[in-house]
């Protein structure tokens, strides 16, 4: 019976790791922006941000010039 | 080296560029690898867009130098250097830090060169020949 439960947990979790590692590979890459600044920073503005609207905007125009 | 020769070894050197512009502050088109003018004249004004808002961002303690957006359907980068920018539009998934660095050297190669500074004349010794007493002894 103890061995039985065992290897039920052992399965669930091999599902549950598998369905993780899967989604994380064919997970859509999000659109992004990265700014670089003078001082030697840089700032990421991931979509759905709500800086990251306008700057997407922006790039996704810039696209649409070339591509059009 | 002149703007158009820059572009042209732009596109050469880098596979993964599909288009960029040179142009100036004010928006001014120096030079684009689009046979189109009218989208050439677009793209420079949707990066200076691009490069505008972000400056907005953080304010004034800091200047924007650099941007990259990176897309699904490829990728926007816009470098300045000083009053002269460039902006390229890449596949998806470029090598950003090689992209950065062939549009920056695109951007110095098409800089306007400076006169020449005159060099002052150096005077040349000769060398001393062997078995010839020197002055310091």
């Known amino acids: 019976m103890k061995r039985r439960l065992l290897g039920l947990l052992g399965f669930a979790t091999g599902i549950f790791a ?11 890459p999000r659109d992004r ?17 709500p800086e990251a609207a306008t700057l997407l905007d922006a790039a996704r125009d810039a696209l649409r010039a070339v591509r059009s | 080296m002149d703007v158009a020769q820059a572009l ?3 596109t050469e050197i880098s596979s993964q560029i599909e288009a960029a512009v040179l142009f100036a502050a004010d928006g001014t088109v120096e030079g684009s690898t ?10 420079a004004d949707a990066s200076a867009q691009l490069l505008q808002r972000a400056d907005a961002l953080r304010g004034e303690d800091a200047a924007v130098t650099q ?9 926007v980068f816009v470098v ?3 009053e002269r920018y460039i902006a390229a539009t890449t596949v998806a998934n470029p090598t950003v830090g090689l992209v950065f660095y062939d549009l ?19 005077k040349k010794t000769e060398p001393q020949e062997e078995g010839e007493p020197s002055d310091e002894a």
Do not use: H, N, W
Not at chain 1, 18 to 28: A, C, M, N, Q, W
Not at chain 2, 68 to 75: D, F, R, T, V
């Open chain 2, 67 to 75: 941007v990259e957006a990176a897309l699904a359907a490829g990728a």
């Open chain 2, 34 to 43: 689009l046979a189109d003018a009218g989208a050439a004249k677009a793209l």
């Open chain 1, 33 to 49: 922006v990265e700014v670089y600044f003078d001082d030697g920073a840089m700032i990421s503005y991931v979509e759905g941000a």
């Open chain 2, 80 to 82: 300045r250097d000083g």
């Open chain 2, 8 to 10: 042209a070894d732009l």
């Open chain 1, 18 to 28: 598998g369905s993780v590692v899967l989604r994380r590979r064919f997970r859509k």
């Open chain 2, 104 to 122: 920056k050297s695109c951007l110095r190669d098409s800089a306007p060169q400076e006169s020449p500074k005159r060099k002052r004349a150096t």
